[in-house]
């Protein structure tokens, strides 16, 4: 069997191993087998059927002659031995199973050894096969005698039964479960390590209690612990297949009992097998110690004070592929832990080749995009759980346009967190120095269409992210152009920093583009319009200040009123083989806004009163809150104007509004906005 039945990594998750595992279930196979039955089978001018040569078979199984019954059963393994078109069914249908299964029993000297060794041998090759085929052996009785037939005297014997015991086993986690509460796996361990056992019969034993250890929902660990010693001595050995599959059960266990495989020793010579030069043996080993970084953060630092940052360096200048891209899923399960690890990652420059590798490599290939995927993990997670002193760090060596590079990949969950982990950079710098450079690289990497795309997204939090980036670059775009002018995001205004008449006919556009808005809606609305004068709010006293209106825009495109550092989009957790990593958000730093300048002078009773009698009756004013709100996610309003536009004038606008709602409408209308977005 291939490694791609039950037992094989879970491949419903979104981190599959590209490595292989040893494959669950063997067919052993003759050289002779497929000459000489088929010449039989030519030459006889009687047995022209297949059932009609079974027929004999079974004929000479019941005679007396132990001779002529062990040359039948012997033709029959044959027949199960080919490598190709095994007539298996064709054994199970004849009725040969139970026959084969009472053969195990023959203890007639050596003869009966023999009988017993090709009986075991023929059952080895149906639990080669399906489920189905399987679990005919196992109805027939079969697994007793075989786990009884460990300890007969004949090695050969015990090796067979060894084997059919391993393709059971490796057949699904049920008969695995069913192998194990038979008590199989004591007597195969003590197999693996007898020093008198032959090379052949441990490294069959080891690979059964690899199939053993493997599998989920996993085996519970009384079934598993005898084996963890033998296991953990086997990696000393000097036979590389002993070797690779002691590993490949290390692996397996350490996924779910890593302090048990840490007490057992086998951390340090786990990153000793590393330095091999066979993959063989670095794959399993490597992963082993994936899966107990995956662990907790103490057990994470056992991995890390053994030398596992040096033997990632190694790793991740090996040229192939599997290796990088798992070396890239640890560094990411090191930088979701403490701060002391992250500290370390970039202490050791691990983070410098992970960028490389994608600012370096085609993205073409399916298979280097399952790297960058790693490396977005690693990145993302340094950005949510380091300091911004990590953060500045990670900058130097690339961080931001690696991080946007991963915009391109596409898959949703990646798109979250690297726009989540650039919206952490962004904030990362300090709000003392009022230019951000990292916004300004982040601008430089011609990745803001698809920033803008993202503001469409089906997916709020994707959105969310999304117009907060945006918000940062727009903003450094605004203070860092020569003149300081507003750009045509801006309503397609232009503003000079002298220019008042300017400043008072840009905010006036905008609350007309706004009111057109509110216009536009009441075509169709039951509720007496709103009547609008923008005339009336142009003088310099009445205006909100241009950053002041940015932070209106800010706080009307939340999702909810309840503080972001309270809610975290992210949970700080590490990812383990079958899962993916998910990472704490770091909460951005307290902001608190300034508070909004009020459109109306209140010295000015002529502009009071015409409020008052205008615009002031709260039912057109809920009215109309209620139509913005339902008219803003509308695309037939957008036209051609850029979204950004159009918040800018819906935020001052509704600003009026909320100035002159009581709390009660006002939580209605912040219910209205947030439904919508």
Not at 346 to 354: D, K, Q, T, V, Y
Not at 515 to 534: G, Y
Not at 554 to 581: D, F, Q
Request: proline share 5%; net charge negative.
């Amino acid at each position: 069997k291939s490694d791609t039945g039950i037992l094989a990594q879970s491949s419903s998750s979104s981190h599959v191993s590209c490595f292989n595992s040893p494959p669950s279930s063997i067919m052993r196979t003759d050289s002779s087998s497929t000459t000489q039955v088929t010449l039989e089978a030519e030459n006889s001018a009687v047995l022209t059927t297949m059932q009609e040569l079974m027929a004999q078979y079974m004929s000479g199984i019941q005679t007396d002659s132990p001779a002529e019954i062990l040359a039948s059963v012997k033709k029959c393994r044959m027949l199960l031995s080919r490598e190709k078109d095994a007539p298996v069914n064709e054994v199970i249908s004849s009725g040969f199973v139970p026959i084969l299964v009472a053969l195990l029993g023959n203890e007639n000297g050596e003869e009966g050894a023999a009988i017993q060794f090709e009986a075991a041998w023929a059952l080895t090759n149906i639990c080669s096969g399906s489920t189905e085929q399987t679990e005919t052996v196992i109805a027939a009785g079969a697994l007793p005698i075989l786990i009884k037939l460990l300890d007969s005297p004949s090695s050969d014997v015990q090796e067979q039964c060894v084997w059919a015991l391993g393709n059971v086993a490796g057949d699904s986690p049920k008969l695995r479960d069913l192998v194990h509460c038979l008590g199989a796996l004591v007597p195969i361990a003590r197999m693996m390590m007898a020093p008198d056992s032959s090379v052949s019969l441990r490294r069959n034993a080891t690979w059964v209690i690899s199939n053993l250890c493997r599998g989920k929902p996993y085996p519970g660990y009384p079934s598993v612990a005898p084996a963890i010693p033998g296991l953990v001595a086997n990696l000393l050995s000097c036979d590389d297949e002993i070797v690779t599959d002691s590993a490949w059960a290390i692996s397996y266990l350490a996924d779910v009992y890593m302090e048990a495989v840490i007490e057992g020793g086998a951390v340090p010579r786990l990153i000793a097998l590393t330095e091999r030069e066979d993959l063989k043996v670095v794959t399993p080993a490597l992963r082993a110690l994936g899966n107990i970084i995956t662990g907790t953060h103490s057990q994470t630092q056992v991995v890390i004070d053994a030398g596992m940052l040096e033997v990632l360096h190694r790793m991740v200048k090996i040229p192939k592929t599997s290796i990088i891209k798992e070396s890239s899923w640890i560094i990411s399960n090191i930088t979701a832990g403490t701060q002391n690890q992250i500290d370390a990652v970039l202490a050791s420059g691990l983070i410098i080749p992970l960028i490389a590798f994608v600012l370096e490599t085609p993205p073409a290939a399916a298979v280097t995009e399952k790297v960058r995927k790693e490396v977005m993990w690693a990145l993302a997670n340094l950005t949510a759980l380091g300091t911004n002193e990590n953060i500045a760090q990670a900058v130097e060596h690339g961080l931001i346009p690696a991080l946007a590079d991963g915009l391109r990949i596409d898959d949703a969950k990646i798109k979250y967190i690297v726009i989540d982990a650039l919206d952490n950079v962004l904030k990362a710098w300090d709000s003392k120095n009022p230019r951000n450079t990292y916004a300004s690289i982040l601008e430089s990497c011609d990745v803001l269409p698809l920033i803008e795309e993202l503001q469409y997204h089906k997916d709020v939090k994707i959105y969310d992210r999304a117009a907060s980036v945006l918000e940062t670059i727009f903003a450094v775009s605004s203070s860092d152009s020569e003149d300081e002018t507003w750009s045509s995001r801006n309503c397609g205004r232009t503003l000079t920093p002298t220019d008042s008449t300017g400043a008072d006919d840009f905010v006036s556009t905008s609350l007309s583009t706004g009111w057109e808005v509110i216009t536009e809606a009441n075509k169709t609305s039951t509720t007496q319009p709103l009547q609008w004068d923008p005339s009336e709010f142009t003088t310099e006293s009445h205006l909100l200040s241009l950053d002041e209106i940015a932070e209106d825009t800010r706080l009307l495109t939340s999702v909810s009123k309840i503080p972001a550092e309270t809610t975290p989009s992210w949970t700080p957790t590490k990812k383990a083989t079958a899962k993916k990593a998910v990472s704490k958000k770091k909460a951005p730093k307290k902001k608190s806004p300034a508070k909004l300048a009020a459109f109306v002078d209140p010295n000015s009773n002529q502009v009071e009163d015409k409020l008052a009698d205008q615009r002031m009756e709260r039912t057109n004013l809920r009215a109309a809150a209620a139509e913005l709100s339902a008219v803003i996610p509308s695309s037939e309003v957008w036209g051609g104007r850029k979204k950004s536009d159009l918040m800018v004038a819906a935020a001052t606008y509704v600003r009026i509004l909320k100035d002159h709602l009581d709390e009660e409408e006002l939580c209605e209308i912040d219910a209205q906005f947030a439904q919508h977005q």
